[in-house]
């Protein structure tokens, strides 16, 4: 189950999810994040630490986020991805897509610099 809260952030919404993002949430994670881009934002953080679990149709949608994003002149930012969440990115590839900032540890995570 995904649970989601959105807030405001200094550069654009911060959106917080909770749980497990697959193909059962994958209606719910595409229409919270077209109601965030429907006003033409550049900028969208996604604070995924409460992540436990992302499979490729989960992500699927975060993907195409960030290249309306770019498309935009934007990017899309993950906040602290824990580590199966850090490793469905990589494995998909999908990383690069994302500025990720904090790893599961607090440490700096891979993918762009932002």
Not at 40 to 50: F, Y
Not at 62 to 84: C, F, K, M, N, W
Request: aromatic share 2%; with cysteine.
């Amino acid at each position: 189950m995904l649970e989601v809260s959105v807030a405001a952030g200094e550069s654009g919404p911060v959106i917080m999810l909770c749980g497990e993002a697959g193909p059962g949430s994958k209606a719910q994670l595409s229409a919270l994040l077209a109601r965030q881009l429907a006003g033409g934002t550049r900028q969208l953080t996604v604070d995924v630490s409460g992540l436990r679990f992302a499979d490729p149709v989960g992500l699927r949608a975060l993907v195409l986020a960030a290249v309306l994003l770019t498309d935009r002149g934007g990017s899309l930012v993950l906040l602290r991805p824990q580590e199966p969440v850090a490793w469905a990115l990589a494995l998909t590839g999908a990383g690069h897509m994302f500025t990720i900032r904090g790893g599961p540890h607090g440490e700096p995570g891979p993918g762009r610099a932002g």
